[in-house]
C-alpha cells in the first residue's frame, strides 16, 4: 500500500519537523527543499530575509537555515530581530572569521560554508542539531 498523505498533515506526519529555509538563490532553496522534503521535513521557504523573519515570528519551526547576503534584509538583522529561540544554521558563501563570530554571537548555532559544504551534509548536521 502507498503512504496516504493528507493535506493537513495528520497522522503520521502531525510530527513532521519543520525547517524554514531563507535563501535568496533559487536553485539552491529547491535543491535544500527537495532534500529535506526526501528526508522526512516539511520545508517552507523565504527568498529574502524580512519574509523570513516574518515566517520566522510566526510560525514554528524546530530548525531556520538562513543565508547572510539577501535582498530586503540581510542574515545579520535577521538574527538580531528574530523573536523566537529557533536554533539557526548560517549558510553563506562568506567565510571570514570576523562573519562566523558575528552570527555566532548574534546566536547563530552552527556556521557553514555554502560552497564547502554538500547537500547531505547540511542534513546531517541538522539531524544532528534536532
Known amino acids: 500500500m502507498s503512504e496516504q498523505k493528507t493535506a493537513t498533515g495528520e497522522g503520521a506526519k502531525s510530527r ?10 533559487r536553485p539552491l532553496s529547491h535543491a ?6 526526501h528526508e522526512g521535513f516539511e520545508c517552507m521557504v523565504a527568498n529574502n530575509g524580512a519574509e523570513g523573519l516574518k515566517e520566522a515570528n510566526t510560525g514554528k519551526y524546530a530548525v531556520i537555515l538562513l543565508d547572510l547576503i ?30 562566523k563570530e558575528r552570527a555566532k554571537a548574534l546566536g547563530a548555532k552552527d556556521y557553514l560554508v555554502k560552497s564547502n559544504t554538500p547537500i547531505t551534509e547540511i542534513v ?4 544532528t542539531l534536532l
Open 32 to 37: 535544500l527543499e527537495l532534500k529535506f522534503t
Open 70 to 99: 539577501m535582498p530586503e534584509m540581510d542574515g545579520f538583522t535577521f538574527l538580531e530581530q528574530l523573536k523566537k529561540k529557533t536554533p539557526v544554521i548560517v549558510l553563506s558563501n562568506l567565510g571570514q572569521t570576523e562573519d
Open 124 to 127: 546531517k548536521i541538522v539531524k
Open 16 to 25: 513532521t519537523k519543520r525547517i524554514l529555509i531563507i535563501e535568496d538563490e
